[in-house]
Nanobody, 128 residues
Framework: QVQLVESGGGLVQAGGSLRLSCAAS????????MGWFRQAPGKDREFAAA????????YYADSVKGRFTISRDNAKNTVYLQMNMLKPEDTAIYYC?????????????????????WGQGTQVTVSS
C-alpha cells in the first residue's frame, strides 16, 4: 500500500507561482513513474504532468508546458510540481498519482487508469 499526500496548494494571483509536493509513505515510489492530474469544477480530471522513475524524462500537457515543472526526490519519496505564470484556468484540485507498472520505457501516460494510487488532492485557486 502506498499513501500519497499532496500539499502546497492555496490562493494565488494570476502570474504567481506555487510549488506542490506529494509525499509518499508505506512503500517506496522510487521505481515508479509518477503523475500529476487536476480537476476543475464541473470538468473531468485531466493529465497535467508526469515523470519517469529516474526523473530524467518528463511529460506535460500542452496547457501547462513551459509553465509547470515536475521533479522528484527519490531519497525523500517525494514528487513536486512547480507551477509558474499561473492563470485563472489553472484553478483546480491537483492530485498526484503513482504509475501502476515498473517500467524503464515510460512514455508519459496521460490515462488515469494507468495510475493505481492517488492522493486526496490539494486545492489551487488562481484569481484574476
Amino acid at each position: 500500500q502506498v499513501q500519497l499526500v499532496e500539499s502546497g496548494g492555496g490562493l494565488v494571483q494570476a502570474g504567481g507561482s506555487l510549488r506542490l509536493s506529494c509525499a509518499a509513505s508505506g512503500r517506496s515510489i522510487s521505481m515508479y513513474a509518477m503523475g500529476w492530474f487536476r480537476q476543475a469544477p464541473g470538468k473531468d480530471r485531466e493529465f497535467a504532468a508526469a515523470i519517469s522513475w529516474h526523473g530524467d524524462s518528463t511529460y506535460y500537457a500542452d496547457s501547462v508546458k513551459g509553465r509547470f515543472t515536475i521533479s522528484r526526490d527519490n531519497a525523500k519519496n517525494t514528487v513536486y510540481l512547480q507551477m509558474n505564470m499561473l492563470k485563472p484556468e489553472d484553478t483546480a484540485i491537483y492530485y498526484c498519482a503513482k504509475y501502476r507498472y515498473v517500467t524503464s520505457s515510460f512514455q508519459g501516460s496521460e490515462a488515469s487508469q494507468s495510475y493505481d494510487y492517488w492522493g486526496q488532492g490539494t486545492q489551487v485557486t488562481v484569481s484574476s
